[in-house]
């Protein structure tokens, strides 16, 4: 089959390579898309904490399960099962997981070996297209949940590119009010079309009104100051993105947690129950979600594609196996 490895940092070639041989509770998926992220895209030029070399990268997959022709969606992970962190749901945190792209091989490959849990049947209705965007909205969901996010809640997100608005899109769905920052003008006119669909404020810089909530969906290390700086007292920074830079943060910014009893949460990936309510979030916003997505793209192309994620210059791009 054939498969695109990240051999080192920096290298990417498309291989030859055997199909893999599926062992006990695992099973072959033929992958049918794969969606580009900014991950893969950092992966391949720095590398990241988790990532084990070589690899296939691709961890927004869906596909054809082997055994009985299903369509399914992929859960990137294979956890323990057994750990406290596993038994309250709570998989992303446990301490064995195996992540698809990470540390064993993800989507960009014509097949690829998953543990049968991980997978998720589709709606009839659901396409490809839109079922491989079921990771990235599982993470905007799981941001939500640690955010504690409440009806009507007032949720300021930083960035406009595909994670911003996904989290819009979840927040809005959870009956809560999203505002966008967007320094990019460029970024801001591309995600306009779904904003407009879902009717999401967006602005250039995030003004003087107070919020619930404030998520930052980029990685510029200022979000964290204008985060904290526009947080009701009692509010909450979730940290859904690391960010850029080493940095030493003020104390005074530091303080403001204290002074007016803000809480700081993180979010990293996504467990198994955020997979499930996302492919029923995208079941339900199909019109919407078809707008995130700019091109589809063969394997040969995926890094080329990745340089334009990594620029900014698309929202989603898809890679297609025919
Ligand atoms: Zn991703
Ligand atoms: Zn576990």
Redesign the pocket.
Known sequence: MKALILEEIGKLALREVPEPEPGQGETLVAVTRCALCRTDAKMWLRGQRDLVLPRVLGHEICGVRESDGQRVAVWPAE?????S??MAGS?NL????RVLGFNKDGGFAEKVMVGESSLLSLPSALGDDLACLAEPLACAINALEQSETPRGANILIFGAGSLGLLLALAAIDLGAIPTIVEINRDKLHRSRMFRIGLGIAAVESPGSGLFDIAINACPASETFHQGVSRLKPGGIFCMFSGFNQDENFPSCWINEIHYRQLRVVGAYGCARSHFTKAVNLLDRSQDEVRLLIDKEIDLESAPEGLQEILAGQALKIEVVFR
């Not at 956890?79 to 750990?83: L, R, V």
């Open positions: 956890s323990c099962g057994k750990c962190h596993c998989e446990c301490g064995n997981i």
